[in-house]
């Protein structure tokens, strides 16, 4: 197993008197896929907007490639090779789908000190990325709003693509997809681990989980209460872990 | 549908509808009043239409991105003042000019600082400022008007360049930096972007608080070109000088199909929005209705408009949190 990409160490995340997220430590490897897992409201969102830079943690400290880093916006860490697809799939349904995939970092050519849009390269790159990422879209200049919702999310991995990312982060990114696309997205988060990319992987879906995922974390009450490799565990170990009912989490829970 | 962010045709439905209705206002006003299709008058409306036009401009960068300005008019008001106090004082043409921007460019700032730092939507803070800036111009004014100023920055702006007066260079040259900002600069999708949603913009890696800057900025110094351009024309300042123009402004851009919400927008719908409101706004008062239903008609239109685009579903407040209850 390659060395950690990323080493979280007791994160810890507030909001005003709410507690999400409290001393997580985990570690994020080039080439594996990681999954967490946890009930609803376990704080695994909150997690990955930590590592992405859209929350600053209340407690704790990142390390990239050994280097403390510290996040002041998603432009940090996506300059830190860290990509995230949110849950809520944060692409403007007003823009098309090349300037979504560019959105916030465009190509561009400066005349007299004015930055203009490079929209042909940025066209084109896009028809190549969605090509090789197989979605079918009739009309790439269409708003995103009006793509469905696997349309969107190969918008949205063409975008995590497009930085380059060594790790990208997706939360429930076959949450609102059929059957056919969501092969389609877990085939390619395997290829994406492939590539050499660290992929952190949100779902409630365990059997997707234990078809592409290397490693498992599970979230429960904003802790981390386990974490197995898929050679090690069974799914129904996993169930018992996010429900609570494995003696593990109980004797956890008692303790605290 | 969304509109494309990219004109793909040359106009849009709406935008078509719009120069329609011009055509229809204009035979309808021509065949009543004598004195509407003199050339004469065309160039009344033209030259009444400048300095909405400009704030229009700005105003659209505005919405588009989900903000407004309701005290711009003040703001040229002010600046107006800025700049007939430099052609009182003898101050060059040119200098006296570009004191006109460089006002409304300070006063932008002052409005973003409020808003954006603030954190207060636009639309309260600058209803804040509007209150605060009409007592401005009225202290500064101290109740008395700033009149028979200066010839020379109307002779300048009227000066020929290839057949055609500077002020309409001018002009033309401010519409096409808006346009290119807008459609070919990443400020323009960031603005969209912003617009749609701020929360979504930030994720993806905008700098929010920069580009809001930058509108705010520009608007106020649009709101400062028409200053310069409102002092040329008339060569005095009153109290009440742009009080109308932030209504006039939201009306003609929502008009011209630029969303109130922000997300989308349209700069041709801002000048044909401009042009049928001092159409409309001309027309009535040569058939002899009284200047006082001016605001009433376009603060008329301005609701229906809006209420059209709820009613057909393109527009939601409660997306806002705007309960209209
Ligand atoms: N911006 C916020 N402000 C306040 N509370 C928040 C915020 N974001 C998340 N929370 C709270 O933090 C807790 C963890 O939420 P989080 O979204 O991380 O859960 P999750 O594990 O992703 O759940 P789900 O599976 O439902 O997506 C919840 O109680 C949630 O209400
Ligand atoms: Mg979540």
Redesign the pocket.
């Known amino acids: 197993m390659s060395e950690a990409f990323l080493v979280a160490k007791g994160i810890a995340k507030r ?2 008197g ?1 507690t ?2 409290s001393d997580v430590d985990l570690e994020i490897r080039a080439g594996e896929v990681l999954a967490l897992l ?10 990955i ?1 930590v590592l992405a830079g859209a ?1 600053p943690p209340s407690e704790g400290q990142i390390l990239v490639a050994g280097q403390p880093v510290s996040f002041a916006s998603p432009k940090d860490a996506a300059a830190s090779g860290i990509a995230t697809i949110f ?1 809520e799939l944060a692409l403007s349904e007003n823009l098309s789908i090349s300037e979504n995939v560019y959105l916030g970092r465009e190509l561009k050519h400066s005349v007299l000190g004015v930055p203009f849009l490079r929209r042909k390269e940025m066209k084109q790159r896009v028809a190549e990325l969605l090509k090789e990422l197989d979605a079918h879209i009739s009309d790439p200049e269409a708003p995103v709003g009006s793509l469905s919702g696997g349309q969107r999310q190969s918008v949205a991995i063409c975008r995590a693509l497009n930085l380059n990312a060594k790790l990208v982060i997706m ?2 990114p076959t949450a609102a997809l059929a059957v056919a696309e969501t092969r389609k997205v877990l085939a390619l988060i395997r290829k994406l681990a492939e590539r050499g990319c660290a992929v952190v992987l ?1 779902s ?1 879906n365990i059997s997707d989980v234990f078809e592409v995922a290397d490693r498992m974390v599970v ?1 429960r009450r ?1 802790r981390k209460v386990a974490e197995r490799l898929r050679a090690e565990t069974e799914l129904e170990e996993i169930v018992a872990l996010i429900t609570g009912a494995h003696p593990d989490v109980r004797a956890l829970e008692k303790a605290q | 549908m969304h509109r494309l962010t990219q004109a793909t045709s040359l106009l849009t439905g709406r935008e078509l509808i719009l120069l329609a209705a011009c055509v229809v206002i204009t035979i309808a006003f021509a065949s009543v009043s004598p004195v509407f299709a003199t050339p004469e008058n065309a160039a009344t409306i033209m030259r009444n239409s400048v300095e909405l036009l400009l704030i229009g401009l700005g105003m659209t960068l505005l919405l588009a991105m989900g903000g407004i300005d309701v005290s711009i008019g003040v703001v040229m008001g002010l600046s107006a003042i800025a700049v007939g106090r430099a052609l009182g004082a003898n101050l060059d043409p040119a200098l006296a000019a570009a004191i006109g921007p460089l006002t409304g460019a300070l006063l932008g700032l002052v409005t973003a600082a409020v808003v954006v730092l603030g954190r207060i939507p636009a639309i309260v803070g600058t209803l804040g400022l509007l209150g605060v800036y009409r007592t401005a111009i009225f202290v500064v004014l101290g109740g008395q008007w700033l009149s028979g100023l200066p010839t020379g920055l109307t002779e300048m702006l009227g000066t020929s360049l290839v057949g055609v007066p500077l002020s309409f260079w001018v002009i033309a040259l401010a519409y096409l930096a808006v346009w290119l900002a807008l459609r070919r600069t990443p400020f323009g999708l960031h603005l969209l972007a912003i617009g749609n949603s701020e929360e979504k913009a930030r994720l993806a890696g905008i700098s929010v608080t920069k580009v809001r800057f930058a509108a705010f900025l520009i608007s106020g110094m649009l709101a400062g070109l028409a200053a310069t351009f409102y002092v040329a024309t008339y060569r005095n300042v009153e109290m009440t000088t742009g009080s109308t123009l932030a209504l006039d402004a939201i009306a003609a851009v929502v008009l011209g199909g630029t969303s109130i919400l922000g997300g989308r927008c349209s700069l041709i719908g801002t000048v044909l929005g401009v042009m049928l409101l001092r159409i409309l706004q001309n027309g009535l008062l040569l058939i002899g209705v009284p200047s006082l239903w001016q605001t009433v008609v376009t603060g008329g239109l301005l609701i229906a408009v809006l209420s059209f685009e709820a009613l057909a579903g393109r527009l939601s407040f409660a997306k806002l949190g705007w309960a209209s209850r």
């Open positions: 909001f005003g709410l999400a997220l946890g009930d609803n409201g376990a704080g695994k969102s909150t997690f907007k929350h849950q939360d429930e949100i409630h979230f904003g």
